[in-house]
């Protein structure tokens, strides 16, 4: 009796140890890997993604989501002090520049997923490395994402502006045909939105001469305020505050508040980016599109940069990191982001999904016409770390607190100072 009392307490306690092994190894095998977001670059598609990969791959994802205006300075605090998440998401190659990527993150050109991309040249550097992996191939067609049903009940179809002042008089028409609606609705609480009228307003106004333009003044020869471009887009935005086309509560509106009042129908329109789009639909309504044409331009602004995840050189995890670009740059896990956010994938055998028809004609229609424009950002890299100094002057501008000098004299300032100090070409 006494020997099976002992087999069974050796048993057990070997089956104990055995447990707690594998319960060590189960531990040992999950990876904690921390992702750094924003608001409007975060979408719930994230939190599906984790799990499976959680429950899949034993990657736990950690995902922070900061508020928009605060997200650029936390990157580069971050940076700075070396406290920083295991993958981040920015705008690539755009914030390349700003980031000093060259010195801060790891090269991801020999990834297993760079063969698959369909438009590697939108994130390769002029060295051909790639700092960040791409989740669409394209990004950014600036327009006015408006709620279908909405207008369609006010007596208002398929609306297509060919110059600004027809532009104003379609915000009037809604706000004749309802006075609970607001014709255009504005954000400047998150100033990223504000940003939008002016950065792909500038590149439409100037049609052609945009890239001279921007060249000559990254190289010194031309000042921001000797362009009467960007004077007139200022005041035609300006225009749809003063004529109260807008929400009365636009600067202490957010982002969130103009996506909830399009959806409502409590707004007709936002002026945005397609990303905009899944939202919307979400909550059932049907959205159509179509662009501003600044200074009677009919053209279309378009981004020379796509969403990126970053893996930061003194990331903790690095290993970890790149699982997760691995994994999600395959259609298992990005399937689910298309299926939730139908666009343009960067990657080839992944299923976009179902894309609002309403952008594709859109997008077809100013792509078959060679009618796009690069947005201004896309061509001053090395201003990138200080757009918010620029943005926070649009917000003060719609305020009433500068006029149109002000604005353009106090960035010639701001950037003027930038390139000098960081010895740019030509300063």
Same mark, same amino acid.
């Given at each position: &009796? ?65 508020? @928009? ?13 070396? $406290? ?12 390349? =520049? ?76 809604? #706000? ?20 939008? =009228? ?19 003044? &990254?190289?010194?020869?031309? #000042?921001?305020?000797? /362009? ?15 004529? #109260? ?11 969130? @508040? ?26 059932? +309504? ?39 670009? $691995? ?32 952008? &594709? ?11 796009? /424009?690069?947005?201004?950002?896309? =061509? &001053? +890299? ?30 010639? @300032? ?14």
């Amino acid at each position: &009796m006494k020997k099976i009392f002992f087999l069974v307490v050796c048993l057990s306690l070997a089956s104990l140890i055995w447990a707690n092994g594998v319960q060590d190894k189960k531990e040992e095998n999950f990876q904690d890997v921390s992702l750094l977001t924003s608001s409007a670059k975060f979408k719930e598609a994230y939190r599906a993604i984790a799990l499976k990969m959680e429950q899949e791959e034993g990657l736990q994802i950690d995902i922070q989501v900061i508020p @928009d205006d605060q997200y650029q300075n936390l990157i580069q605090i971050k940076l700075t002090s070396n $406290e920083v998440p295991d993958v981040l998401m920015q705008n690539a190659p755009e914030q390349y =520049f700003a980031m000093k990527a060259k010195e801060t993150m790891v090269d991801l050109s020999d990834q297993p997923w760079v063969s698959k991309m369909l438009n590697p040249g939108m994130v390769t550097d002029k060295e051909g490395k790639v700092w960040a992996m791409p989740q669409e191939s394209g990004s950014f067609f600036g327009a006015c994402y408006y709620n279908m049903d909405l207008l369609d009940e006010l007596g208002i179809e398929d609306p297509a502006p060919k110059t600004f002042n027809e532009f104003v008089d379609l915000l009037k028409e809604i #706000k004749i045909a309802d006075t609970n609606v607001v014709p255009l609705y504005m954000n400047h609480r998150d100033s990223w939105t504000t940003q939008i =009228f002016m950065t792909a307003g500038y590149s439409i106004a100037l049609g052609d001469d945009g890239p001279t333009v921007y060249g000559d003044i &990254m190289e010194n020869k031309r #000042k921001f305020s000797d /362009v009467p471009e960007f004077k007139a887009v200022l005041k035609q935005f300006k225009t749809l505050i003063d004529e #109260k086309l807008v929400n009365q509560d636009h600067l202490s509106a957010g982002y969130d @508040d103009g996506l909830a009042a399009v959806a409502s129908g409590k707004s007709a329109m936002v002026y945005n980016g397609e990303w905009v789009i899944s939202g919307l639909e979400a909550e059932g +309504a049907r959205i159509g599109a179509f662009p501003i044409p600044w200074t009677d331009n009919d053209l279309m602004s378009t981004g020379a940069y796509v969403q990126g995840f970053f893996i930061p050189n003194k990331a903790n995890n690095i290993e970890g990191a790149l699982k997760f670009l $691995e994994l999600y740059s395959s259609s298992e896990y990005m399937d689910i982001y298309y299926d939730e956010n139908p666009g343009f994938p960067a990657f080839k055998n992944v299923n976009g999904g179902d894309v609002n028809p309403e952008l &594709m004609a859109m997008v077809n229609k100013y792509m078959e016409n060679n009618a796009t /424009v690069y947005q201004m950002n896309d =061509f &001053m +890299a090395p201003l990138s770390a200080l757009w918010g100094e620029l943005w926070g002057a649009y917000v003060e501008y719609a305020a009433g607190n500068m006029d149109v000098d002000e604005v353009l004299k106090y960035w010639d @300032d701001v950037a003027g100072n930038h390139m000098e100090t960081t010895g740019q070409a030509g300063w």
